[in-house]
């Protein structure tokens, strides 16, 4: 892939990479191996919905509109080297295995596909779903689960080694994201009604609601820790909550706004970083913003996509986000380390 004058407002350098050579001005100490500051990634023929990186922070994978899945190199000249194809409609998420191994994606074609990562071959695809699937995502430990959010108002989990899920719960309302907690013992899901919802997998029942938000939550991400999750919501809040046993009642414990949704209503992700420090999430406005988690601040809001921001993600060893946008495009950039 040849990039052509990337500016980099913030830094004040221009990055001119084409035919593999690169020529930088002089500017700020540079904090990672990217090859510039930032590297522009294109190829996608539609909006990206969903990006994530490796676990061991040499490819990117990023899914969308289009139907595919594009896996690229974070290093080096960042060429898009695979194209997986297979779904029939957009491809609304998708995370990776703990190992690595795994792609699992969501899609409007109301399936589930999990994705050899070294061949690029489709392992199995899972039906059961009678709408959208609007988000999926596997347990950090233990057996390969796996929990999924849909139109159809279910959260279903499924054991890839089975042929069909293996519980489903009815929410009542269309839910649209969706995580385990640390142990897969709970699942964790939010939608239309506004309310993040604990769900106890022992007893295939509700454990509790938390309340606060006042719109649709699009987005929801464990903390590294497995104690907080962060949750991005149409009433243009992020906010952080405690979900450890024995937390006091009140569980929301920080809020941070900034970031904006719009008449799109997309669904815009959120991430932490590795260590817990910061947060991200996708905004409308079309700029990438990072937090502190700590004074709740807004330390990063970055131009450049022409599109709504859908999902930012953070390298798991890089001071390096990934955001995904409908501009069809992503960026690579590197932060303060």
């Not at 989990?157 to 385990?180: A, C, G, H, M």
């Amino acid at each position: 892939m040849a990039l052509v004058s990337v500016n980099n407002p913030s830094n004040n350098e221009l990055v001119s990479a084409t035919s593999g050579q690169v020529a930088l001005q002089q500017g700020p100490a540079r904090t990672s191996s990217l090859m510039a500051p930032i590297m522009l990634l294109a190829g996608h023929p539609g909006d990206i919905f969903s990006l994530k990186f490796h676990p061991d922070g040499q490819f990117l994978v990023s899914s969308g509109f289009d139907r595919t899945i594009f896996l690229w190199n974070v290093y080096g000249e960042c060429e898009n080297f695979a194209v997986l194809s297979g779904h029939t409609g957009a491809v609304m998420d998708l995370q990776l295995s703990t190992d690595g191994d795994t792609i699992y994606t969501a899609s409007t074609d109301k399936t589930i596909c999990l994705w050899d990562t070294r061949t690029g071959a489709k392992i199995k695809k899972l039906k059961g779903h009678s709408s959208f699937v609007n988000a999926i995502h596997p347990a950090r430990r233990g057996p390969p689960l796996l929990c999924s959010a849909s139109d159809d108002c279910n959260i279903k989990i499924w054991d890839p080694r089975k042929r069909t899920e293996t519980v489903s719960l009815d929410n009542s309302y269309q839910v649209t994201s969706i995580t385990f907690n640390d142990t897969a013992d709970q699942v964790i899901s939010a939608g239309i009604d506004n309310d993040v919802k604990v769900w106890d997998l022992r007893k295939n029942a509700l454990l509790y609601s938390l309340k606060g938000h006042s719109d649709t939550v699009t987005g929801l991400t464990l903390s590294p820790d497995g104690s907080y999750v962060l949750s991005n919501s149409m009433d243009n809040s992020l906010r952080v909550w405690d979900i450890r046993p024995f937390a006091p009642q009140e569980r929301c414990i920080k809020m941070m706004v900034g970031h904006a949704h719009n008449f799109e209503k997309n669904l815009l992700r959120c991430s932490w970083s590795p260590d817990g420090t910061k947060v991200s999430a996708g905004s409308a406005d079309r700029f990438v913003y990072i937090w502190d988690t700590t004074s709740r601040r807004i330390i990063y809001k970055l131009p450049g996509h022409n599109g709504s921001v859908n999902d930012v993600v953070f390298h798991p060893k890089e001071p390096i986000v990934a955001s995904g946008a409908s501009d069809k495009l992503i960026y690579l950039g590197e932060i303060d380390s």
